[in-house]
């Protein structure tokens, strides 16, 4: 999965290179046409499926358990993670 964050990477930095007037280091590229790293994008995804995961919207079989036991007092939450 890493490698192909980077190899999509990979691509941004050249089509950014592509661009005559951005003949800049990478991080002045992107700002300068306004997109982050695909890191930084993925983030809120990430995010948002783990909600997904936890409030039940998937299987449980095809979802793994996330959530313990409600064993301790979570202040009026049930989604406690595992660690």
Do not use: F, W
Not at 12 to 24: D, N, S, V
Not at 41 to 46: G, Q
Not at 53 to 58: C, N, Q, V
């Amino acid at each position: 999965m890493i490698g192909d964050i980077e190899a999509v990477e990979k691509v941004q930095k050249r089509a950014t290179k592509m661009l005559p007037a951005l003949k800049k280091p990478y991080k002045d590229r992107l700002k300068a046409c306004n997109i982050s790293t695909l890191h930084y994008r993925r983030i809120p995804e990430n995010i948002i499926e783990t909600y997904k995961i936890l409030i039940g919207k998937y299987d449980a079989l095809v979802s793994p358990s996330m959530v313990t036991a409600n064993s301790c007092i979570t202040r009026g939450n049930n989604l406690r993670l595992k660690k």
